[in-house]
């Protein structure tokens, strides 16, 4: 098995991790329900998608303590 010649430097090993991060997911709002979403996905909300019900969603039940 190949084994690195060298040490990569603290510098060097700093500049490649540095590029490892997150990234805000895009939210846009649904122009039914006015919820965010995700682009390109089912509203979780009111179940449309391009103008036209995709899913049906069970509205949620009241919790009994």
Do not use: F
């Not at 190949?2 to 122009?31: D, H, M, Q, Y």
């Not at 979403?37 to 303590?65: F, L, N, W």
């Amino acid at each position: 098995m190949a084994n690195p010649k060298r040490k990569w430097s603290k510098a060097r090993t700093g500049r490649a991790r540095s590029n490892w991060k997150l990234s805000v997911p895009r939210l846009i709002e649904c122009p039914r329900c006015h919820t965010l979403k995700m682009p390109h996905k089912v509203c979780k909300t009111c179940g449309y998608y391009d103008g036209r019900q995709v899913i049906t969603v069970a509205k949620d039940k009241e919790k009994v303590s």
